[in-house]
Every structure is written in C-alpha cells, then in structure tokens.
C-alpha cells in the first residue's frame, strides 16, 4: 500500500504563500497520476492540480491557475505544491493523493470530479488564510 504524507501547511496572510510536500513511499512503482485536492468546512471535496507523472503534464483547476505549480521529484518520489498569491478561499485541508490506474485522461478528470479514482491518500495538511 502506497502511503502518503503532506506537510508545509500553515497559517499565512492573504497574498503570501505556501509549500507543500508530499512524501510517497512503499511500493511507489508505477503510480501513475498524483494531486492535490482540498475540502474547505461544508464544501464538497475539490480538485486542485494533478500531474501525470509519467508524461509530466500538469492540470489545474481554474481557480488557482496561475497562481499555484505542481510539481514532482521523481528520485525521492515527493510533490509538491507551490501556492503563491493566497486568498481566503484558499483555506481548507489540503489532501494529496494518488493512483496506480493509468487511464487515458483520468488525470485531467480528477481535477473536475474531485479526485474519484484516486486510490491512495493522505491524511491532510491544514491551509489557512487570513484576509
């Protein structure tokens, strides 16, 4: 069982920005799409990025294109998640995920169903923003 560990969250000020980390570790072979997903209090889960990891294409949702960049270290089998210019509504616990399914655009679609699919998952990392 793929196991996966976020950290960098915190408490910044509208504007700053963030890091997140997400170690992968046990049989970590052949995964095939990873992701960020966030779910705020009373909100559905949503999709953020994902990155195919073996074609390196990336997707985002439309609200923070732009401003967020996912990327991946292949030899140490982290991601990561650049979040620059913050807002409020960025606040929620930020998940990282991941599956082993390689399917023709299921990385993309995981931005727009929130992450249906995914097989492996963290357990969170808090993100709050302060206006």
């Known amino acids: 069982q793929v196991q996966l560990v976020e950290s960098g969250g915190g408490s910044v000020q509208a504007g700053g920005s963030l890091r997140l980390s997400c170690a992968a570790s046990?049989?970590?072979?052949?995964?095939?799409?990873m992701g960020w997903f966030r779910q705020a209090p009373g909100k559905e889960r949503e999709g953020v990025a994902s990155i195919d990891t073996t074609r390196g294409s990336a997707y985002y949702a439309d609200s923070v294109k732009g401003r967020f960049t996912i990327s991946q270290d292949n030899p140490d089998n982290t991601l990561y998640l650049q979040m620059n210019s913050l807002k409020p509504e960025d606040t929620a616990m930020y998940y990282c995920?991941?599956?082993?399914?390689?399917?023709?655009?299921?990385?993309?679609?995981?931005?727009?169903?929130?992450?249906?699919?995914?097989?492996?998952w963290g357990k969170g990392t808090l993100v709050t923003i302060s206006s």
């Open positions: 046990r049989y970590t072979y052949g995964l095939y799409c």
């Open positions: 995920a991941a599956t082993k399914f390689s399917v023709a655009g299921r990385c993309r679609r995981t931005i727009e169903n929130g992450g249906d699919g995914m097989e492996y």
